[in-house]
């Protein structure tokens, strides 16, 4: 009986030990996609603006790297270090891994559009860079939602072991005093698996000190508990130094306060929470994710820090801001932006036989708002314009100011049964932001319709003309029909 509870202890352990290790192989080989592709996509820009000093060649090799990878999340494989990664079985990550594969396989297609189009005089701004980037963009971002869900499990883990490690403890405790008979047997037996269980945490030790994240541990009063070695490297520590040390003896004391405000809050509310912080020490940037660390008695007796490097991603997101396709003041594609991204969906269009529509909608009496309120009220309205537009269509749709009180809407995916539904719930959206906004005027728009049929090809300029004159006749039955409202700038008092 003894022994049927010893080795089932055993198994427990080495089952939990089996979760962690395939967790943070996972966590690895993302990063390491990550890692390739951003190493990939920097050599392959310096190349494209003719940096002879580019080898193609190895760059291409460190894609298909990158690919490789992606492929093993779905497939498994041998990992470096010799680790074996099984593939990922949680249906959500297993599809990130699955958007992540058709996303490099168009990424590529990308690539060698760009490369052909290398002895044309180079625009950042084209149609093709800009999906380039989207798509480099949407595979860092997929492959950084896998790593923080795998590294939020990997830290639940942690708490889980710690207590399963002091369940086993307390068990064996108690069947060695109950079996005095059998001392020496069980003590045989708790020697060869207090000797597993080191193994383990040696094994999960050489995990965690692999990572290219910091990864630390601190109490209530931010004194350290555990730093793994990328971290005490980054702090300058031999090992083990760190006994008795506190967050203060390494940071600033503006650095101190913030961190001890988010540990507080850990603490106080049990929560796990995420910041973007940027190191004092050498200017780089980090995800912070901090996580509570909760005993057997469900107290919280520690807090996780794990410091994710985004620094490249920061950076890229600097370049993308470079290509100025966005309006400053409601944050939507300008014109520019909606030229670049509606050409290249009727490419696609062209390619699939499938239809696109086009909405056009003008802003109902700005020219009254911004002469009775002034234009500050008028930057107002379009911003509450913007935002309305947004809430009622999705993150994937191209929605742009292109003028003065003109915006645009190219829907990626919709059918032509559903253009109706589509302007009644845009009508509604207005209506419901009239009622609860605090402004002294009432917001509306004219929208017009139109179609762009492969069969029947038209330019952008000829679809936007078409969308105006639908546009207008909405505007005319405005003013004919008293019944429907307006959206009348209607001032507090006589002006």
Same mark, same amino acid.
């Given at each position: 009986?003894?022994?049927?509870?010893?080795?089932?202890?055993?198994?427990?352990?080495?089952?939990?030990?089996?979760?962690?290790?395939?967790?943070?192989?996972?966590?690895?080989?993302?990063?390491?996609?990550?890692?390739?592709?951003?190493?990939?996509? $920097?050599?392959?820009?310096?190349?494209?603006?003719?940096?002879?000093?580019?080898?193609?060649?190895?760059?291409?090799?460190?894609?298909?790297?990158?690919?490789? #990878?992606?492929?093993?999340?779905?497939?498994?494989?041998?990992?470096?270090?010799?680790?074996?990664?099984?593939?990922?079985?949680?249906?959500?990550?297993?599809?990130?891994?699955?958007?992540?594969?058709?996303?490099?396989?168009?990424?590529?297609?990308?690539?060698?559009?760009?490369?052909? @189009?290398?002895?044309?005089?180079?625009?950042?701004?084209?149609?093709?860079?800009?999906?380039?980037?989207? $798509?480099?963009?949407?595979?860092?971002?997929?492959?950084?939602?896998?790593? &923080?869900?795998?590294?939020?499990?990997?830290?639940?883990?942690?708490?889980? =072991?710690?207590? #399963?490690?002091?369940?086993?403890?307390?068990?064996?405790?108690?069947?060695?005093?109950?079996?005095?008979?059998?001392?020496?047997?069980?003590?045989?037996?708790?020697?060869?698996?207090?000797?597993?269980?080191?193994?383990?945490?040696?094994?999960?030790?050489?995990?965690?000190?692999?990572?290219?994240?910091?990864?630390?541990?601190?109490?209530?009063?931010?004194?350290?508990?555990?730093? !793994?070695? !990328?971290?005490?490297?980054?702090?300058?520590?031999?090992?083990?130094?760190?006994?008795?040390?506190?967050?203060? !003896?390494?940071?600033?004391?503006?650095?101190?306060?913030?961190?001890?405000?988010?540990?507080?809050?850990?603490?106080?509310?049990?929560?796990?929470?995420?910041?973007?912080?940027?190191?004092?020490?050498?200017?780089?940037?980090?995800?912070?994710?901090?996580?509570?660390?909760?005993?057997?008695?469900?107290?919280?007796?520690?807090?996780?820090?794990?410091?994710?490097?985004?620094?490249?991603?920061?950076?890229?997101?600097?370049? #993308?801001?470079?290509?100025?396709?966005?309006?400053?003041?409601?944050?939507?594609?300008?014109?520019?932006? =909606?030229?670049?991204?509606?050409?290249?969906?009727?490419?696609?269009?062209?390619?699939?036989?499938?239809?696109?529509?086009? #909405?056009?909608?003008?802003?109902? %009496?700005?020219?009254?708002? !911004?002469?009775?309120?002034?234009?500050? @009220?008028? %930057?107002?309205?379009?911003?509450?314009?913007?935002?309305?537009?947004?809430? &009622?269509?999705?993150?994937?749709?191209?929605?742009?100011?292109?003028?003065?009180?003109?915006?645009?809407?190219?829907?990626?995916?919709?059918?032509?049964?559903?253009?109706?539904?589509?302007?009644?719930?845009?009508?509604?959206?207005?209506?419901?932001?009239?009622?609860?906004?605090?402004?002294?005027?009432?917001?509306?728009?004219?929208?017009?319709?139109?179609?762009? %049929?492969?069969?029947?090809?038209?330019?952008?300029?000829?679809?936007?003309?078409?969308?105006?004159?639908?546009?207008? @006749?909405?505007?005319?039955?405005?003013?004919?029909?008293?019944?429907?409202?307006?959206?009348?700038?209607?001032?507090?008092?006589?002006?």
């Amino acid at each position: 009986m003894l022994g049927i509870i010893s080795l089932g202890l055993v198994l427990i352990i080495n089952y939990v030990w089996e979760q962690q290790v395939q967790d943070f192989v996972v966590v690895d080989a993302a990063t390491d996609l990550r890692k390739n592709l951003t190493t990939f996509h $920097l050599r392959f820009e310096e190349y494209l603006r003719g940096d002879t000093a580019v080898d193609l060649e190895e760059t291409r090799e460190i894609f298909v790297d990158a690919k490789k #990878l992606g492929q093993a999340l779905l497939t498994g494989g041998t990992m470096k270090a010799g680790f074996s990664m099984q593939p990922l079985e949680d249906p959500a990550l297993r599809k990130r891994a699955e958007e992540i594969n058709v996303l490099m396989e168009k990424l590529q297609e990308q690539m060698l559009i760009r490369l052909r @189009e290398k002895q044309q005089v180079h625009d950042s701004g084209t149609q093709t860079d800009l999906e380039y980037h989207r $798509l480099f963009n949407a595979i860092i971002a997929r492959a950084g939602e896998i790593e &923080n869900v795998l590294e939020k499990d990997i830290i639940v883990s942690m708490a889980k =072991f710690k207590k #399963l490690y002091r369940i086993i403890l307390v068990v064996w405790a108690g069947m060695i005093a109950g079996a005095a008979l059998g001392f020496r047997t069980l003590a045989k037996r708790r020697r060869r698996s207090e000797t597993e269980l080191q193994t383990s945490r040696e094994k999960f030790r050489s995990l965690v000190d692999s990572t290219e994240d910091s990864i630390y541990l601190v109490d209530e009063a931010c004194n350290y508990l555990f730093i !793994n070695k !990328n971290h005490m490297k980054r702090l300058g520590l031999a090992d083990d130094s760190y006994s008795r040390a506190n967050y203060d !003896n390494f940071h600033t004391p503006e650095e101190t306060e913030v961190f001890r405000k988010r540990i507080d809050q850990v603490f106080r509310t049990g929560d796990s929470s995420q910041y973007e912080h940027q190191s004092l020490r050498d200017g780089r940037y980090f995800i912070q994710t901090f996580s509570p660390v909760i005993d057997a008695g469900k107290k919280i007796t520690a807090v996780t820090i794990v410091s994710k490097n985004i620094s490249d991603r920061r950076q890229m997101e600097n370049e #993308l801001r470079a290509l100025s396709l966005t309006d400053e003041l409601t944050g939507l594609y300008n014109r520019r932006g =909606f030229l670049t991204l509606a050409e290249q969906q009727i490419r696609i269009a062209n390619r699939l036989k499938k239809k696109l529509y086009l #909405l056009a909608a003008d802003l109902d %009496d700005l020219k009254i708002i !911004n002469d009775t309120f002034g234009h500050q @009220e008028g %930057d107002s309205a379009l911003v509450e314009t913007a935002n309305i537009l947004r809430e &009622n269509f999705r993150e994937s749709d191209i929605i742009a100011r292109i003028g003065g009180d003109e915006f645009v809407v190219m829907p990626i995916e919709m059918s032509e049964d559903r253009s109706e539904i589509i302007l009644n719930r845009l009508s509604q959206g207005f209506e419901k932001n009239n009622q609860k906004n605090t402004l002294r005027y009432r917001i509306s728009i004219s929208a017009g319709i139109t179609w762009y %049929d492969p069969g029947q090809p038209a330019s952008i300029d000829q679809m936007l003309a078409m969308a105006d004159t639908s546009m207008y @006749e909405q505007k005319k039955l405005k003013k004919r029909s008293p019944a429907e409202p307006r959206s009348e700038a209607v001032p507090d008092g006589p002006p």
